[in-house]
Structure formats: C-alpha cells, structure tokens
C-alpha cells in the first residue's frame, strides 16, 4: 500500500494542515496516475482504521495495469464502533481496546465503550455517569427510563441554530423519533428488533428486554450524531481538500470510497467540492448509512422536496456507485428503525420504502439510475446500485454483513466504476 498518505479531520471537519499538504506536494511528484481515498465507517481507533485500509487495498497492485501508478488515502475521522460488534476477519470477542461483551449479554456499560463515548462526547461527562449508573439498576421505576431517554437525547444534541444541524438529515426530516417519541415506546421497539437481529433471546423478562432496547438506544442515538458528523467532514474538511488537490496536480485521477458513513462522507465531500472540480473520476458507496433518496430530485413521499445531495453526481466525471447487501442486518433491521420522523405511524407499514439505507437496497428515486449485477460492466455516467450480497454475507448481530467489505471483488467494482486500467 504504497506511497499512502492519510488525511486526519476533527469533528468539525478541520484537516491536519501538515498532512494535507505532504499529499499535495507529493501526488503529482510520484506521478501519481490514479489515487484511491478510502473513508471508514464506525471503528475504535486509527489502528482499526489504517488495517481496514491496508485489507482493502490489498489487490489493488496486482489489479492495476502497467501503466497505473496507483496512490492510496485513508481519510481518519473521530467516530465510534462499540466494542461489542464483532467485524469479519477479527477475534469475536477481543477489540482494539480490550475484550468486549459478547452481544446479548446484557446491557451494561462496560468501561471500554465508557470511555470510548467521553471520547466521542467530551463535554457529556455527567450525563455518561448517570447513563451508566440507570443501565446497571435496570430499574422497574418507569421515571428511571424516562430520565435516561432524556440523558442520551441530551448527549447527542446540538443547538438549534449549529451549523452542525444541517448535517444530520438526508431528505429535509428534522430529528428521527428515537430522539423526539415516548422513550419507553422507543426502547420496546429497538427491544424487538434486537430479537429479530439474534441479539438477544426472545422470552426474556420485560425489565430486562427494555433496558436492552433502552442500550441500542444508546448505540443508535450516538451512530445518528456520527451521521451528522460524517455530512460535516465531508463538506467543510474532505471536498476542500479535494479541491485543493485538483490544483495543484491536476492530472491525478481520484477515485472516492466510503464505507458505512465514510459512504455518506465521501458524498458530502462532493457537495463541499469547488463546483469545476473534474478530477474525482468514481465514487464507490460500500454499505453506505444514509437514505436511499439522498441523491433524489423528488421524494416519493413528498414530491415538493428532494434529497440533500440532489444532482452531486453530475460533480462525477464517472459514475456513483452503491453496493448494497441483504445481509447488512444494522441497514436492513436497525438503520430505518432509528431513522424514523417522529409523529408517523406508529405502524411501521411502509418503514422500509420510506427510511431505508443506500447500502441496504442501492439508490433510490434517480432519474436514469441503473442496477447491474456484481461482475458485470458499470455503466460510464450516473447513478448505478450494484447488488453485492453474494460476498458481503458473513458477520454476527447487531449489524450481520456490514463490515464485511475487504474483498477483491468490491476492489474490482471500485477499478471497473472509476475506468482504472486493468492487467
């Protein structure tokens, strides 16, 4: 994986301006043909970060035509992966920061995700405590569950006139119900849905099945602020790098990856681009947790509006491409179920069809969009879903498959999307 460069932002999406300009002096000085930037999802530290890399980008060399001189970046951004899901091709049950409860076994706020969520949160030290202290009690008392809903909402909100709020939502929503609806009702619903995933047993005590759902509340309730925090990288740290990139070695082809909400943050980055920019020549969305409709120019369900990323792939010169998988369990189970606007119907009937994932069943609502099957020729131009369920399948509760991306074929999508010459 050589020569590499690493791109590091914090939450506001500031790069590390030494880093930035060691790739801006060096790319075109290697002669660098085609550069391949790859953003993680959720994950522990940068150690996890730079192996996912490194596991990615393994064939690439042995892909790339004679005449490629392939560069690699691996976008590092401040986000969390708690300890207790196992990722593919990792001990089940060691982590980067220790050993970690096995999913299912309870509820618990072990001190590795503690202090992995002050990282994360550093000025919601008190809340953490008392977050901590009601998941241990696991009380019968219902004004204890309503406290803590209230305490995970706090941790995760930003002021109504941040400029980080504008980050948050894909299709125009305001805040999903996890965050606004009964607490109680909201844990009992993640209770069973964590059921259905195989993470916890079915014919547990109600106590014990509420505080389960009451800690996916936790879990979900910190991915939707990294959520947000990937759309603010993207545009105000990733898209300005890129520009600046585009001028100073003009001639590199750059292809952009992203993996879980990396996908949403190499997306936004087009949308933080200087409008000529032409160099970026592929986009490749693997597992992406963000709307299907993100690139729609009309939402089925309301025509009038349309998706905040409406018309960023026309910034391709290339096309976007999402591959998608039915096994992702935390895309196809978990993701609609925290996406959710508050005051819909308490039904569920539609869920799907209206809150799903652009890594759970591709993209959605686009004009021209195509889908072609795994292997098979990807079109020059435009949105296209590639179905990738035939090798992204393995991975346990909560979020089955959606971690298992370092295969060779998601490689030979990324070389096929961006037209990357070939032995």
Known sequence: MEPYWELTFDA???????????????????????LLVLAHGWNNDQDMATDLYRRFFAPCRELAGPRVRLGYVGVLWPAIRFPDERIPDFEPSVTATGPGPVPGAGPLLD???????AGTFPDGGAELRRIGALLADRSEVPTRLYEYGRLVRNLVAVHQNSAAQRFANDIWTGEPAMLTDDAVEVCQVFAAAMEETGQQELFGSLRKRLWNGAHELLRQASYYAMKRRA???GQLGLGPAIGLLAREAPDVRVHLIG??????????????????????????????????????????????????LNGMQRRIDGPLVSCYS???????KIYPLASKLAGDSSTFLGL??????????????VDGAKRVRLGRAIPAKGCVSVDVSAVVRRGGPPSGAHSDICHEELARVVFAAGRIARR
């Open 12 to 34: 506001d999406g500031d790069v590390n301006t030494t880093q930035r300009d060691r790739l801006l002096a060096e790319a075109g000085r290697e002669r660098i043909t085609d």
């Open 111 to 117: 001190e590795p995700t503690m202090r992995l969520l």
């Open 231 to 233: 759309g603010s990288v």
């Open 259 to 308: 993996h879980s909400f990396g996908a949403r943050l190499v997306s936004y980055a087009l949308r933080g681009m200087p409008a000529p920019v032409r160099t970026v020549k592929s986009t490749t969305l693997l597992q992406g947790a963000f709307s299907h409709y993100a690139f729609s120019k009309r939402l089925p369900h309301a025509p009038s509006r349309s998706g905040s």
């Open 326 to 332: 039915r096994h992702d369990d935390a895309l196809g």
């Open 352 to 365: 799907w069809e209206r809150w799903g994932a652009i890594g759970y069943d591709g993209i959605r609502a």
